[in-house]
T-cell receptor, first 112, second 114 residues
Framework: AQSVTQLDSHVSVSEGTPVLLRCNYS??????LFWYVQHPNKGLQLLLK??????LVKGINGFEAEFKKSETSFHLTKPSAHMSDAAEYFCVVSERYSTLTFGKGTMLLVSP | EAQVTQNPRYLITVTGKKLTVTCSQN?????MSWYRQDPGLGLRQIYY???????DKGDVPEGYKVSRKEKRNFPLILESPSPNQTSLYFC?????????????FGPGTRLTVL
């Protein structure tokens, strides 16, 4: 069975500083992994996805994530936070069909 | 414009009054799915459909029904809504049903059951 653990429910950073959102997963197969972002009162937007190609995945808006099989992790990073990055972020795993299992979300707060 | 649409976007109803939330996609996607989002729980899958007339339960199907009579539409039916179904609902679709396929989400329907 697949599962996802987002290690922080809230992360606070200052504008211009790096962002790290942590995600560990569990899967019986070779999973696909995704990060989605949800801005307040908006739907979900795909940031990036890993599908067994390159382990370092680049997404939109300067985000990237690295798949580490030995650590079962898929952490999301960005070198420099922007105020517009304030949102809730979801790590998602899929190991069969298109059934997605979501983490509980990490709220990113960005202060000026 | 390629998109997933949901209607209504907001709905307040009373316990026991049957309701339907519609979902439609214009991308000729085979796979469609419904999720509910609750604070602190992330999104949980209710039902999914891999093609016309093919539906299956997700993680939290109790109290919900779905149908897939046309490829583009995947309505969510609450026969007798209860307050614990108050939630934010998302419909999603993907081209195929592979694990790597990107799912596109609708804007959400906020449902309140009194």
């Amino acid at each position: 069975a697949q599962s996802v653990t987002q290690l922080d429910s809230h992360v606070s950073v200052s504008e211009g500083t790096p962002v790290l959102l942590r995600c560990n997963y569990s899967s019986s197969y070779s999973p696909s992994l995704f990060w989605y972002v949800q801005h307040p009162n908006k739907g979900l937007q795909l940031l990036l996805k890993y599908t067994s190609a390159a382990t370092l995945v680049k997404g939109i808006n300067g985000f990237e994530a690295e798949f580490k099989k030995s650590e079962t992790s898929f952490h999301l990073t960005k070198p420099s936070a922007h105020m517009s990055d304030a949102a809730e972020y979801f790590c998602v795993v899929s190991e069969r069909y298109s059934t997605l299992t979501f983490g509980k979300g990490t709220m990113l707060l960005v202060s000026p | 414009e390629a998109q997933v649409t949901q209607n209504p976007r907001y709905l307040i109803t009373v316990t026991g009054k049957k309701l339907t939330v519609t979902c439609s996609q214009n991308m000729n996607h085979e796979y469609m799915s419904w999720y509910r989002q609750d604070p602190g729980l992330g999104l949980r899958q209710i039902y999914y459909s891999m093609n016309v007339e093919v539906t299956d339960k997700g993680d939290v199907p109790e109290g919900y029904k779905v149908s897939r009579k046309e490829k583009r539409n995947f309505p969510l039916i609450l026969e007798s809504p209860s307050p614990n179904q108050t939630s934010l609902y998302f419909c999603a679709s993907s081209l195929l049903s592979g694990s790597a396929d990107t799912q596109y989400f609708g804007p959400g329907t906020r449902l309140t059951v009194l």
